[in-house]
């Protein structure tokens, strides 16, 4: 399966961005996904998970009530609402996804197996 993530740019600390990210490949329905990112000179961390019903998410405490998670199994495509957005967001985010047929969530970078390429989110006034 490949992944491409896009959505990222430029907002002002209170904005806000939706990263998509697409994916081709086996049946969008089998995933277990999930965004993670990575400041400069910092350790890429979790985000947000969702799982392959759509029906679970889950979210690093930074982003809890900020962010949203969610998929669209017609388009193929997962989305990351991000509202509220704090100079601390600045980071390039990824996509991530694995087969699963359990219906769990994932919040470890070692549980997946397809990343997109990353897209950059930087958040400065």
């Known amino acids: 399966v490949q992944l491409q993530a896009s959505g990222g740019g430029l907002v002002q600390p209170g904005g806000s961005l939706r990263l998509s990210c697409v994916a081709s490949?086996?049946?969008?329905?089998?995933?277990?996904m999930g965004w993670f990112r990575q400041a400069p000179g910092k350790e890429r961390e979790f985000v947000a998970a969702?799982?392959?019903?759509?029906?679970?998410?889950y979210y690093a405490d930074s982003v809890k009530g900020r962010f949203t998670i969610s998929t669209d199994n017609a388009k193929n495509t997962m989305y990351l609402q991000m509202d509220s957005l704090k100079p601390e967001d600045t980071a390039v985010y990824y996509c991530?996804?694995?087969?699963?047929?359990?219906?769990?969530?994932?919040?470890?970078?070692?549980?997946?197996?397809?990343w997109g390429q990353g897209t950059q989110v930087t958040v400065s006034s």
């Open positions: 969702i799982s392959r019903s759509g029906g679970t998410t």
């Open positions: 490949g086996r049946t969008f329905r089998t995933y277990a």
């Open positions: 991530a996804a694995r087969f699963d047929y359990r219906g769990y969530y994932y919040t470890g970078d070692d549980d997946y197996e397809y």
